[in-house]
Structure formats: structure tokens, C-alpha cells
């Protein structure tokens, strides 16, 4: 989680453009799908839960990467999201540090808009799509395993479609960055898919929760600056 979040923020330090950022990581995403699978073998993976959240996520993936390929820059909107995440972040930990005992459950029901949501800011923002929708489900109570499992398996089929528009509009550019992405992201999801499955709920929370916080800090911060 908070992969396309993280390297966006990079490479918009590095001065890429927002759209060109965005098509990058979302270029790699797709070839990461190894993520995907690994949550699928060691079953971290809630179907149900993944059908709600990716079909509404590819509609809503497809109108972002759209939107910012023609029409807008996503750099506008991203300090607005990067604010509600922040709060999200807050809350997860709050919840992650209190003495209730976290039980395990899924819940599946009304997530279709949240998938929506998820993708569009996702394509929009250059990334996302983990943070918007893992931390609106854990927060909701789903247990961590199986949400951070299913999103990430979700994000493939939302990332192939986004990256199929920006191809279209943008076509092909910066391989440099999108094969340095790739490296990177392949070496670390099997590590993180195991780490899911192997962590208690209450800590994999809270490393959740401050994660959210300190990256939608800094985004903040340098759209401030």
C-alpha cells in the first residue's frame, strides 16, 4: 500500500509532470501484478470483496486517467485528497492504539462507490488507490490481511485500464522510470504479501496508520511550499 502514493511524490520532485508521473507509475503497477499473486497463494485475497471494489475501480480509473490526460492537472485536487487521508491515517491509528481487541471480519457491503472513488483519485493523483480504499476498510473494521490482500490484487485490473488511456493519449515515455518502478516494485511485493499474512492486526495497523500520515504530510507540505 501507498506504493503509487509514495513514487509519485518522488517524481514530482524530481519536476515530472503529473500526468507523465502518473501514466509512469501505473505503467509499472500493471507489470507488478506479482503483488496480486502472491496475496492469491497464501490467501489474503476476499473475492467477493475484490469483484465490489474492482469493476466500479476500473470505471472510475478510466474517467481520471482520462480527465488529466485532456482536461486538468492532478497536481490541483492532490493536497485536497492528501488532507482526507491524513484524517483517515489519524483515525486508523487511533484505532490501532486503543486497549478493544481488533477481531478479524470482511465487510463487503456499499464498497462499490468506494472503488469508484478510489480509482478515479487514483488516476488522478498519480496513486491512491491503496490508501483511499485500505484505509476506508480497515477503518470500517475489515481486517487488515485480507484488505490490504484484496486491494492490491484489485489494483492490477484498475492500473491496466488507466495505463491503457494514457498510453493512448500520452504514448509511450520515460522507460527509464517506468523500469526503475518496475525493479523495485517486483523485489518488494512478495516481501510485503508474506509480511501481511505474518504481522499481528493491531501492529500491521498502526504501520498502516502512520504511513497514510507521514506521506500525505509531506505531500501537503510541498504543495504548500
Given at each position: 500500500?501507498?506504493y503509487?502514493?509514495?513514487?509519485?511524490?518522488?517524481?514530482?520532485?524530481?519536476g515530472?509532470?503529473?500526468a507523465?508521473?502518473?501514466?509512469?507509475?501505473?505503467?509499472?503497477?500493471?507489470?507488478?501484478?506479482?503483488?496480486g499473486l502472491?496475496?492469491?497463494?497464501?490467501?489474503?485475497?476476499?473475492?467477493?470483496?475484490?469483484?465490489?471494489?474492482?469493476?466500479?475501480?476500473?470505471?472510475?480509473?478510466?474517467?481520471g486517467?482520462?480527465?488529466?490526460?485532456?482536461?486538468?492537472?492532478?497536481?490541483?485536487?492532490?493536497?485536497?485528497?492528501s488532507?482526507?487521508?491524513?484524517?483517515?491515517?489519524?483515525?486508523?491509528?487511533?484505532?490501532?492504539?486503543?486497549?478493544?481487541?481488533?477481531?478479524?471480519?470482511?465487510?463487503?457491503?456499499?464498497?462499490?462507490?468506494?472503488?469508484?472513488?478510489?480509482?478515479?483519485?487514483?488516476?488522478?493523483?498519480?496513486?491512491g488507490?491503496?490508501?483511499?480504499?485500505?484505509?476506508?476498510?480497515?477503518?470500517?473494521?475489515?481486517?487488515?490481511?485480507?484488505?490490504?490482500g484484496?486491494?492490491?490484487?484489485?489494483?492490477?485490473?484498475?492500473?491496466?485500464?488507466?495505463?491503457?488511456?494514457?498510453?493512448?493519449?500520452?504514448?509511450?515515455?520515460n522507460?527509464?522510470i517506468?523500469?526503475?518502478?518496475?525493479i523495485g516494485?517486483?523485489?518488494?511485493?512478495?516481501?510485503?504479501?508474506?509480511?501481511?499474512?505474518?504481522?499481528?492486526p493491531?501492529?500491521?495497523?498502526?504501520?498502516v496508520?502512520?504511513?497514510?500520515?507521514?506521506?500525505?504530510?509531506?505531500?501537503?507540505?510541498?504543495?504548500?511550499?
Open positions: 500500500m501507498a503509487g502514493v509514495s513514487c509519485n511524490s518522488l517524481l514530482l520532485g524530481f515530472i509532470p503529473p507523465l508521473a502518473s501514466a509512469s507509475i501505473h505503467t509499472a503497477e500493471v507489470s507488478t501484478g506479482v503483488s502472491s496475496h492469491l497463494l497464501l490467501r489474503n485475497v476476499n473475492r467477493r470483496l475484490l469483484l465490489k471494489i474492482a469493476i466500479p475501480g476500473v470505471i472510475g480509473s478510466a474517467a486517467a482520462f480527465l488529466i490526460s485532456n482536461i486538468f492537472d492532478g497536481g490541483i485536487i492532490k493536497p485536497v485528497i488532507g482526507y487521508l491524513l484524517l483517515m491515517g489519524v483515525l486508523i491509528l487511533r484505532k490501532s492504539l486503543s486497549k478493544a481487541e481488533i477481531v478479524p471480519q470482511t465487510k463487503t457491503g456499499k464498497v462499490s462507490f468506494l472503488g469508484l472513488v478510489g480509482g478515479f483519485f487514483d488516476a488522478i493523483g498519480g496513486g488507490w491503496g490508501p483511499i480504499v485500505t484505509t476506508n476498510l480497515i477503518h470500517r473494521g475489515n481486517t487488515p490481511k485480507q484488505t490490504i484484496t486491494v492490491n490484487t484489485a489494483e492490477f485490473f484498475v492500473s491496466f485500464v488507466s495505463t491503457g488511456i494514457f498510453i493512448f493519449f500520452l504514448g509511450v515515455q522507460w527509464q517506468v523500469l526503475g518502478l518496475i516494485g517486483v523485489i518488494a511485493s512478495p516481501i510485503g504479501a508474506l509480511l501481511a499474512g505474518k504481522i499481528k493491531k501492529i500491521l495497523m498502526t504501520l496508520g502512520i504511513t497514510i500520515i507521514t506521506i500525505s504530510a509531506i505531500t501537503i507540505i510541498k504543495a504548500l511550499m
